[in-house]
């Protein structure tokens, strides 16, 4: 039972247009999300997050949007860099259950020239 | 990387043998994860601590135990391994935004 899913395998873009990565939820109880990014042979590192109370974030470049009545989340990265090629896993947590994060399955962003 | 060190960082072992992963963080933060990636599962949860002597059970718990004996360390131990165990294993640290060490690659043969 998948309870944060990311339907896109895979995602391409061209340099300095937008990336959108999308991320689907079931448990309704979730009320912090997070985006982290993940190079090959290094771990997850914390990118941007987002609280039930919010429908928006953003830093810098990187923008997320929530759409609770439809458990729906996505990050914006505009303009992409082919520095921000990577895997990017959604992270769903109930801050009130010892802060443990259900991720997706991951998005292979690649950024291409 | 939040002063989180995953020792060893690549290990090949044998069908039914014990192993050991360590998680060594400096920060001094409560709560301590650690974490499998599998391809077509992102990561998964094994076990948790909040503390000192206090671990749970995370989603895919089941030929794995857990020891925090000091806020600095915490020790994932595979009873007798397995195939299925071979995966990449992520210990975090941190609050809700959780800080990841670097990996341990487990190959189980």
């Known amino acids: 039972d998948q309870q944060v899913k990311q339907n896109s395998p895979s995602l391409s873009v061209q340099e300095g247009r937008i990336s959108i990565l999308n991320c689907d939820y079931t448990?309704?109880?979730?009320?912090?999300f997070l985006w982290y990014k993940k190079y090959p042979a290094e771990g997850p590192t914390f990118l941007i997050s987002?609280?039930?109370?919010?429908d928006k974030n953003e830093d810098g470049r990187f923008t997320v949007f929530l759409n609770k009545s439809a458990k729906h989340l996505s990050l914006h990265i505009v303009p992409s860099q082919p520095g921000d090629s990577a895997v990017y896993f959604c992270?769903?947590?109930?801050?009130?259950?010892?802060?443990?994060?259900?991720f997706g399955t991951g998005t292979q962003l690649k950024v291409e020239l | 990387d939040a002063g989180i060190t995953q020792s060893p960082r690549h290990k090949v072992t044998e069908t039914g043998t014990p192993v050991t992963l360590r998680c060594h963080q400096t920060?001094?933060?409560?709560?301590m994860y650690w974490y499998r990636q599998d391809p077509g599962h992102g990561l998964r949860l094994i076990h948790y601590?909040?503390?000192?002597?206090?671990?749970d059970k995370g989603e895919v718990s089941d030929g794995y135990s857990v020891s925090r004996s000091k806020t600095e360390d915490f020790l994932l131990t595979l009873e007798s391994a397995t195939s299925s165990q071979t995966s990449v294993y992520f210990c975090?640290?941190?609050?809700?935004?959780?800080?990841f060490g670097q990996g341990t690659r487990l190959t189980v043969v």
């Open positions: 992270a769903a947590a109930l801050t009130g259950g010892g802060n443990k994060l259900t």
């Open positions: 448990n309704s109880m979730f009320d912090y």
């Open positions: 987002i609280s039930s109370i919010k």
């Open positions: 920060e001094n933060h409560r709560y």
């Open positions: 601590s909040y503390g000192v002597k206090d671990t």
């Open positions: 975090a640290t941190g609050n809700t935004e959780a800080f």
